[in-house]
């Protein structure tokens, strides 16, 4: 075998390929499927390789939680809310404004204090059904979506109506005797943290691994 293949001519025409010319080692149709090929994968590559580093750029990037000021701690009570409005994307003008919910920690309704991250409560004002703006009543401590019918209690847990898992929280600290509202992160019905998830998720069961964190979530200084 190993003779037979040094015997063999690199010349088309010595190997009877169709179409083929003296002194020829390529033919033209090799040499043009060769070229088609070749010039595909460069498309491909052209308009594949900036898509997925787009996608997997996030992964190596460590993002920076955003702080934002609402007073000292003396401003809030933990019997009620008091609404602040807060930047949660920069650049964005007033789109990029929201309003949260604040109160001090009530260990009746709360439980005791899980870490520092928890001397205050902040909930969104976001419905978990479809994202629609609720509003906190303070006569019956009750948030409620007028959009689609949603209620949640004091803290936050669903009452009624179709919303998938309570309203979303965001972090809080005190720091040099400043309350600051941090990232923002979702609950499940018995109000284990999570990475933020987008309205209409559940978190509880199967749910938590149906809809995994994003890349993008912020890391807590």
């Not at 090799?30 to 898509?51: D, E, K, N, Q, Y």
């Not at 949260?100 to 409560?121: L, T, W």
């Not at 419905?127 to 689609?148: E, T």
Request: hydrophobic residues 30%.
């Amino acid at each position: 075998m190993a003779d037979r293949r040094k015997e063999k001519s690199p010349y088309t025409e010595d190997r009877n390929i169709p179409g083929a010319f003296e002194g020829e080692t390529v033919t033209r149709r090799r040499l043009m499927v060769g070229s088609v090929h070749a010039f595909g994968a460069m498309a491909t590559a052209a308009i594949g390789l900036p898509a997925l580093g787009f996608a997997l750029g996030p992964v190596f990037e460590r993002q920076r939680a955003r702080w934002e000021d609402v007073g000292t701690p003396e401003d809030f009570v933990d019997f009620t809310y008091r609404p602040k409005v807060i930047t949660v994307e920069s650049g964005a003008g007033e789109v990029g404004k929201t309003t949260v919910y604040v109160r001090k920690h009530n260990e009746e309704v709360d439980g005791p204090v899980k870490d520092s991250y928890d001397d205050f409560v902040a909930i969104s004002t976001r419905c978990m059904h479809l994202g629609c703006p609720v509003r906190y009543i303070d006569a019956s401590q009750r948030f409620v979506c007028p959009c689609h019918g949603g209620v949640y209690d004091f803290v936050g847990k669903v009452s009624g109506g179709p919303p998938v898992r309570p309203l979303d929280r965001f972090y809080t600290r005190v720091r040099r005797g400043r309350l600051e509202i941090g990232p923002r992160y979702s609950v499940n019905s018995e109000l284990r943290r999570f990475s933020p998830r987008d309205a209409g998720q559940p978190l509880d069961g199967i749910g938590q691994y149906l809809y995994p964190r994003r890349f993008t979530t912020p890391e807590l200084d």
